[in-house]
């Protein structure tokens, strides 16, 4: 994580990627502790296209998967779901977890704030949302607690994209 952390997102490094693609390849790649814990994630949805570097999308999208599993793995039917919605441009990474309390979704995305999570170091989330932001999209969190938490990437218009970029 370090040696990510150091890199700053350039610009010349970013491609035009598939959602879908890169939401199935994160999911296949993923090193699960477990093998049944491969079984408690899926993905659907719409594809669109994204201007990203594929690497940095798939660690945010590791992150929440590693966030995600952390919290259902000992829940017997939880799931997680990752979704593309093409209309909105958005990948949405959903758990039927235990959910995070209301005052603490403001401070998710500060450095060192953990929810909860033994052994966070509250860097990952922080992370996610710097690479966002530099990647001119956005990352929010919604959660209902003892029902789900939802983490959804917001990505810009590859046509507006490409223009700044120009």
Known sequence: MDEINEKPVRKDNLQLISALDICNEAVS???????????????????????????????????????????????????????????TRQIQVRDTGPGIPSENISKLFDSFFTSGKEGGTGLGLAYCKRTMKALDGDIYCESVLGEYTAFRLSFPDVAVQTQKIA
């Open 29 to 87: 790649d993923y090193a699960y502790k477990e093998a049944k814990y491969r079984d408690k994630v899926s993905v659907s949805g719409a594809d669109f296209q994204i201007l990203a570097d594929p690497v940095l999308v798939k660690y945010i999208l590791y992150n929440l998967i590693g966030n995600a599993l952390y919290y259902v793995q000992h829940i017997p039917n939880a799931a997680i779901v990752i979704s593309t919605f093409a209309a």
